[in-house]
């Protein structure tokens, strides 16, 4: 019996017409917004993305980890439809809508947070996390943040600051904002141990911030951009000791670690660690622009009347969107099969590192997965231009790959968790074709 393809490549990639569609591009729009795919997207279905020449990839992408869902999702698509039909906008501080009160009790039921919380919304993950700071500035009356190596939290002032990643990201954009201090954190792999990692930590309050002016630590659970680096059980306790003992507001960006992708609902729920708060944004509301700052009630309700909003965050249309992203949740218990296809992936992915010895390191949470390139096992070197290597070969075999890394030396998995078995198994055998291409 034939076996049945999801991928479909009727011309050379990219085809034609995405070629035709870029040229336009060039002309027209800023150039710093260089593609990483020469390829124009059509139709996206679940895990399934058609490009404008007719061919279709399996999307390991998921809009940079904005679909857990998948692209489409009839739930969603519904659920938007019919709140646009309604209204788009008011400006929820001018004429209020129940939406965005029905979202926020359906997030803090879920969330881990022990006693009374509430949320507020915003548009993007780079928003919430400014007003994160804004939150526990106005709660402690402190001015410091402490962030990490190797972190990303957005590209506004505050957070591109706290962002550590100079090139592309920071290069010729400075002055950024001050009062902002960065220490290691914990990569085994790269030598940085958990004690490393607190002594530079504590070092800190002692040679660079005092920490009776530290407003927050600012960390991811599994660092996105910086390579899906998973923070270790004992740092995060470590860090969560700290802010106790010095009064300071423990802020976890879960931008790219929430809605699931990491085998929870939320990374922070593995460590058994309560934050004080939580960022979320990208799968909430799969791909329409939402995030939000959930937290503990007091923190939330330092800042003075009107001093967080903006006309349009907390939009209806993507908070309804929102909503029918927790009812696929739940009705397709999505948490849990984000768990079935890390095992999966990392297992092939072990499977390839004994294959080939570029592949220095494997690492991840559920489906949040990564692996490095290196030039040498022993000595480690990063090697970027594998990594750009098989995420081209892949894309020309149908599977589209993102980079990572502060190196640009690792591939990680975003692929949506409605994935079948079926198209993530074919995904990952282009992955291995593409890594027999690239590595000979």
Not at 120 to 147: D, H, L, M, Q
Not at 172 to 177: K, V
Request: glycine share 10%; proline share 6%; hydrophobic share 45%.
């Amino acid at each position: 019996m034939a076996v049945t393809r999801s991928i479909h490549l009727a011309t050379e990639i990219p085809g034609p017409r995405s070629r035709e569609i870029i040229a336009r591009k060039e002309l027209s729009v800023a150039s710093p917004l260089s593609l990483y795919l020469p390829i124009v997207a059509a139709e996206g279905r679940g895990a399934m993305l058609t490009d404008v020449d007719g061919n279709t990839f399996v999307d390991f992408a998921g809009g940079v980890g904005c679909l857990n869902v998948g692209h489409a999702h009839p739930r969603v698509v519904e659920a938007v439809q019919e709140q646009a039909a309604r209204f788009f906008h008011t400006d929820f501080t001018i004429v209020p809508y129940e939406v965005y009160v029905t979202l926020a009790e359906r997030l803090l039921a879920l969330a881990p947070f022990r006693g009374p919380a509430k949320a507020a919304f915003f548009n993007a993950g780079t928003e919430a996390v400014e007003n994160s700071v804004k939150f526990a500035r106005a709660y402690t009356g402190r001015p410091a943040v402490i962030a990490f190596e190797g972190a990303f939290h957005g590209r506004t002032l505050l957070s591109l600051t706290l962002t550590s990643k100079t090139h592309p990201y920071k290069a010729g954009l400075g002055p950024f904002a001050p009062e902002v201090y960065r220490v290691p954190f914990p990569n085994e792999y790269r030598g940085i141990t958990t004690a490393d990692a607190l002594g530079a930590l504590e070092r800190a309050l002692v040679t660079q911030v005092a920490p009776e002016t530290v407003a927050a630590i600012v960390l991811e659970p599994v660092q996105g951009e910086g390579g899906f680096i998973v923070a270790p059980q004992a740092f995060m306790e470590g860090v969560r000791a700290l802010c106790d003992r010095h009064g300071i507001v423990m802020v976890v960006d879960e931008v790219q670690t929430g809605f699931g992708r990491t085998g929870k609902m939320f990374a922070i729920e593995h460590y058994g660690i309560e934050p004080d708060l939580l960022i979320v944004a990208k799968s909430i509301a799969a791909g329409l622009p939402l995030s939000g700052v959930l937290g503990k009630a007091a923190i939330m309700d330092a800042p003075g009347d009107s001093a967080v909003g903006g006309t349009y965050v907390g939009n209806p249309v993507a908070q309804a969107a929102a909503l029918a992203v927790l009812d696929v949740f739940e009705d397709e218990q999505l948490v849990e099969r984000a768990d079935r296809i890390g095992e999966v992936i990392r297992g092939r992915m072990l499977g390839w590192q004994e294959r080939f010895p570029q592949i220095g390191d494997v690492r991840g949470l559920g489906a949040m997965l990564a692996m490095e390139y290196v030039v040498d096992p022993v000595t480690k070197e990063p090697a970027p231009e594998l990594a750009s290597r098989v995420a081209e070969e892949a894309a020309e075999r149908g599977l589209l790959l993102l980079k990572a890394g502060i190196h640009s030396n690792c591939n990680r998995v975003l692929c949506p968790l409605v994935i079948t078995d079926a198209e993530l198994a074919e995904a990952l055998d282009v992955w291995e074709e593409a890594l027999e291409a690239s590595f000979g």
